[in-house]
């Protein structure tokens, strides 16, 4: 690549300039050489229009966070984002994603940040990130009959059912709940993406997010089942600590199949 196509151009390094200056007015200043000096009320209407759109879009995606943080506190680590963090997506659904990249490698929390907010912008991140993947559900998998359900069979979680664990209980967090200390144990939740049947005025169905907390058992198993060659084998591996009598394991293993399929989170593997 010659150099006349690496160097920007001149328009591009105003834009540049501008655009460094929008996102850090308070050390960046806005004056190129050779040009009109446009008005501070103008700049100060661009910095402000352009901030509230990005507080507007943020506190959308991670409404509880916001809440938590308090308005003053929650703009300050926007403005931080803004500085410091190079967003390499044009799509503003992929914000969400870069935010949680700098909370994790960039972001300075103060001593009165809570020790949670990564993991809760986490959980508030999934809904949107599940609602546009583009991954499918499992066509007609809460229409297996329950005879076809063994657990001698191999079974497929569904690309839009997602299995998490947190160290704090994100999906109970709010502005009137907020631990100091960790918990002993983890938060294991199922998020799933699922038709959500209409009702007598709206009859087209409608994707919808949930989340299902699971008991630790439940998420061992969801994870095991992935290498397992079969539902009876991913049971076995996970109950053994747990010294659960065989008869019993089978009967909450089979009615956990049943219910995982009628959700249409699992299915018989082809």
């Not at 446009?38 to 100060?44: A, D, N, P, T, V």
């Amino acid at each position: 690549m010659s150099d006349e196509l690496r160097t920007p151009s001149y328009f591009q390094q105003l834009q540049q300039q501008f655009a460094a200056h929008i996102r850090d007015p308070q050390n960046t200043v806005y004056a190129p050489e050779g040009e009109l000096p446009i008005e501070s009320r103008r700049l100060e209407a661009y910095q402000e229009l352009f901030f509230n759109n990005i507080s507007s879009f943020f506190s959308q995606i991670f409404p509880v966070c916001a809440d938590i943080l308090g308005k003053n506190r929650w703009q300050d680590i926007l403005r931080e984002y803004l500085v410091k963090h190079d967003a390499h997506t044009p799509l503003f659904h992929e914000l969400g994603q870069e935010f949680l990249l700098f909370l994790d490698n960039e972001f300075e929390p103060k001593e009165s940040d809570p020790a949670f907010l990564l993991e809760l912008a986490h959980y508030e991140w999934v809904e949107l990130a599940l609602s546009v993947s583009i991954e499918v559900a499992f066509e007609g998998g809460g229409e297996i009959p329950k005879v076809e359900l063994s657990w001698d069979k191999p079974y497929q979680r569904s690309a839009v059912a997602w299995i998490l664990a947190y160290e704090w209980p994100v999906h109970r967090l709010s502005l009137n709940y907020q631990p100091k200390t960790k918990p002993q144990e983890a938060t294991t939740l199922l998020v799933y993406r699922h038709l959500e049947q209409g009702d007598a005025v709206d009859t087209v169905p409608q994707e919808k997010v949930d989340f299902i907390e699971l008991a630790p058992l439940l998420y061992q198993f969801l994870e095991a089942l992935e290498e397992a060659d079969s539902a009876q084998e991913a049971f076995k591996k996970v109950a053994e600590p747990y010294d659960i009598p065989a008869d019993q394991l089978q009967a909450f293993a089979e009615q956990t199949l049943h219910e995982l399929v009628s959700l249409n989170i699992l299915r018989p593997a082809p």
